[in-house]
């Protein structure tokens, strides 16, 4: 199933966020995409009675995994070929919010709409600026561990405000386990991938 979902969402990582949402484990997902990738996202969300709200701006980003908030925002008609945001959720009013909070740059209201932690949306509005836009940390568990991002292994979508943050191991581990529900292979991948 991730496989399948992971042809339509372009990485297993994105993929598993939407089995998250299809088990109730976040209420909304907020992922980056080019234009032409959109057509079977939008196909899929349509299948699944989810709502899709698309960014009135794109991003050049500075980080291709979307947890940089901060890339440089362009209008729709600019030439470059920038990202657009899209916000999925079961709940019309979850993809709104995120989108409208993203759009005026309140990323404290955009961390809570998106389920994370207040500690660690404190400690990204705290930190996170122009020349401090990797907030990752030294990893101590493979729940938190956030640096194989890039290699598609990761179980949570933010920024944890330490590697032994409580409230994010939670969401680690109760991510782990709604996949190993699906396909056993790829949470015994991830745990070994982000094993420390
Ligand atoms: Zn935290």
């Given at each position: 199933m991730i496989k399948k979902l992971s042809l339509i969402f372009g990485s297993k990582t994105k993929a598993e966020e939407i089995i998250y949402l299809l088990s109730g484990l976040k209420k909304v997902v907020r992922q980056g995409y080019y234009e032409p990738e959109l057509p079977k996202i939008e196909k899929f969300c349509k299948e699944k009675d989810f709502y899709l709200i698309k960014s009135k701006f794109k991003v050049l980003l500075a980080?291709?995994?979307?947890?940089?908030?901060?890339?440089i925002k362009i209008k729709e008609d600019d030439k470059r070929a920038g990202m657009y945001f899209v916000y999925i959720s079961k709940e019309e009013k979850e993809a709104l919010l995120a989108s409208y909070y993203e759009l005026i740059d309140n990323y404290k209201e955009l961390g809570s709409v998106l389920g994370y932690p207040r500690c660690c949306v404190d400690f990204f509005v705290r930190n996170f600026n122009e020349n401090n836009i990797n907030l990752q940390q030294?990893?101590?568990?493979?729940?938190?561990?956030?640096?194989k991002r890039e290699n598609d292994c990761v179980l949570i979508s933010h920024f944890p405000c330490?590697?032994?943050c409580e409230e994010s191991i939670k969401i680690g581990v109760k991510n782990l386990q709604a996949i190993t529900e699906i396909d056993q292979t790829r949470a015994e991948e991830l745990s070994r991938e982000l094993k420390c």
């Open positions: 980080d291709e995994t979307n947890y940089s908030n901060k890339g030294i990893p101590s568990n493979l729940y938190t561990n956030i640096t330490s590697s032994g």
